[in-house]
């Protein structure tokens, strides 16, 4: 399987140029990291992206750090239907918090696990430890550690697991995935005490910045890992014997040119295809491809969906700023097979070239690839285009966080210097809320454990 490497920076040599992907037998490089609730519904989604890509198998670990007995039981359970169906990463390894002192977990409280800190940390130990053993028998130190973040109850925790990873692999590009959030409740902790924690325990860490997903539709948790898990499978460079994570290979690029943050725009289109189904050497014997319709039109479509990651409603996060000659990434993933994927590109390339977005984003890079992400009963083609940028300056969306009293054109103008964790300023002068201290029971929490691994 291939995929197509577009670049406007160097007009001397062929626009397009096929890449072979990594192969089969590629150790596994990528360790998942979901904590609290919407943490690990991310983390699912993203082992669903990957599988659908055939690339599960690049996972060594994904641990879902959840201390609510409810979560852990629909994780299990949604795990041991979808990876018993899998063909590729039964070998990867899952995990769950072994200690979880409150059944239903700490009800958005981020202050509530102080007085069993003693066990979680060791549970966390544990945890940190069975991932570093599944590095050992992968023969590979994980390359990426993607951790989806949040801001309830389970956040300081994986502030916590961040920095214990952080410290087991001082190698590995970890990318904090946060959730900037919107509920009054995750707003007040916000304030109150969960940022401060952040910038102490995510201190230096760039972080891609992301919303909280509204209701219970999920569409955003699906457009970030799609996008997310195009971009593993992406090639942007053409060099024998590379086998570095595309996606690490994107946050090295990016991150210099950043202030600490990390952007994101997914657009989803539905593909003006017909359909057509082409038979396979093993089960289940045919696999349903996208076949091509106009060139005309579809050549359009993709050089429309790509000028539109550029608007503010594509974004993942809003008031994000960025600098239309900072390098960016963008890969095109579409429903159709291999070797159907160079014309399409090549099509589409022309598309661009006509237009002025390389003219106004000289830096930026395109990469095609061959996905059959499933979307909706009908499982319709679509074509997905995800693009990753450096943000410059503040987020008004954390000014408003930390500074709400303050009117709009009474907040700090935003300086290239002050983002990032660890960087930005704190809140001084502003009187510290009274902490919620949550109730203590007669008993002290039981101080045994063992650890909980679990493979399928």
């Known amino acids: 399987m291939s995929s197509i490497f ?13 890449a072979e992907r990594l192969s089969e037998g590629t150790p596994p490089s990528l360790v998942v990291v979901g904590a609290g609730t919407a943490g690990c519904r991310r983390a699912l989604l993203f082992l669903q992206r990957m599988s659908e890509l055939s690339a599960l198998g690049r996972i060594q670990s994904a641990v879902f750090y959840d201390c609510n007995e409810i979560t852990v039981a629909h994780v299990h359970k949604f795990l041991r239907k979808f990876l018993g169906g899998a063909r590729s990463g039964s070998g990867i390894q899952i995990l769950f918090p072994n200690y979880i002192p409150l059944a239903n977990g700490f009800m958005r409280d981020p202050r509530k ?36 973040m949040g801001f309830a109850g389970h956040a300081v925790l994986g502030g916590h697991l961040h920095q214990e990873l952080l410290t087991a692999f ?11 959030p919107q509920d009054h409740v995750s707003e007040e902790w916000t304030r109150r005490y969960i940022w401060e924690q952040y910038e102490n325990l995510l201190a230096g860490s760039n972080c891609l910045v992301t919303t909280q997903s509204a209701g219970h539709s999920g569409e955003d948790d699906a457009r970030l890992t ?6 593993e499978v992406a090639d942007f460079e053409e060099q024998e014997g590379i086998t570095t994570s595309p996606l690490a290979a994107t946050f090295r690029r990016l991150v210099p040119a950043s202030g600490g943050w990390l ?52 974004q993942m996060a809003e008031g994000v700023n960025h600098v239309m000659d900072a390098p960016q990434e963008i890969v095109v993933s579409l429903p159709v097979h291999a070797d159907a994927l160079e014309p399409v590109a090549s099509n589409a390339a022309e598309v661009l070239q006509r237009s002025d977005i390389f003219d106004r984003h000289p830096n930026m890079d395109i990469a095609f690839n061959t996905a059959r ?11 997905h285009v995800t693009r990753i940028y450096p943000i410059y300056g503040a987020l008004s969306s954390v000014s408003d966080i930390l500074r709400p ?45 063992q650890q909980n691994v679990r493979y399928f």
């Not at 979680?120 to 989806?148: C, H, K, T, W, Y």
């Open 6 to 18: 577009v670049t406007p920076r160097s007009r001397s040599r062929r626009l397009l140029h096929t």
């Open 113 to 148: 696990f102080e007085e069993y800190m003693g066990p979680l940390e060791r549970d966390l130990d544990n945890i940190v430890n069975q991932v570093m053993v599944q590095a050992e028998r992968s023969g590979r130190s994980p390359e990426v550690i993607i951790e989806f």
């Open 170 to 180: 001082p190698s590995a590009v970890i990318l904090p995935v946060m959730m900037l």
């Open 226 to 231: 799609t996008g997310l898990a195009g971009f």
């Open 263 to 314: 952007g994101m725009a997914v657009v989803k289109r539905k593909m003006p295809v017909m359909r057509k189904f082409e038979w396979l050497r093993l089960p289940p014997w045919w696999q349903e491809y996208a076949a091509l319709g106009p060139e005309d039109e579809l050549s359009m479509s993709l050089g429309h969906a790509i000028w539109s990651t550029l608007d503010a409603t594509a």
């Open 373 to 383: 992400f499933t979307e909706g009963l009908q499982k319709e083609p679509y074509l």
């Open 405 to 449: 009293d303050l009117r709009p054109d009474e907040r700090r103008r935003p300086e290239t210097g002050e983002t990032g964790f660890g960087s930005y300023y704190h809140l001084r002068g502003i009187q510290a809320a009274p902490q919620l201290s949550p109730d203590r029971g007669d008993d002290d929490p039981a101080d045994d454990w």
